[in-house]
């Protein structure tokens, strides 16, 4: 005969739900450093728009420069840098190389979002959330 212990599902309850929070919170924090800024307000996020293959990244004098490979069907493409604080929008380009100044010494990574124009607003594809990582060095 079956017979349910209260005691214990209330105590599995309480570990399941600890565990949860616990999960959800290392997500966030996780998710938040690599989620592009244009996420949080994007009209449309269209996977059918390639994500740009990213070449290479590399220090010339005191520049950056990013470049990546063409997307046929993107109007242009917003480059990310990320640091300690995640990945924010430096600029828009319509070629498939970018360069980065002004940066002082430290780790950065970029990563770059095809983008096209329709009827319906902006279209986004989806990008290398991963990014190139560069170390500058003055």
Known sequence: EYTEDSSFLESMSKKTSK???KCESLIKKENTSNVLD???DMIHHD???DMPELLSVS???KDIVISWGEIDEADSYYVYRKDNNGFKRIG????????DSG???GTYTYTVLSVKQNEDGILYGNYNYRG???EVKK
């Open 47 to 49: 996977y059918s728009i």
């Open 38 to 40: 244009v996420e949080t």
């Open 59 to 61: 220090q010339e004098g």
């Open 19 to 21: 565990l949860w929070k």
């Open 103 to 105: 940066l002082s010494e």
């Open 92 to 99: 828009e380009t319509d070629d498939t190389t970018y360069t």
């Open 132 to 134: 190139l990582k560069i």
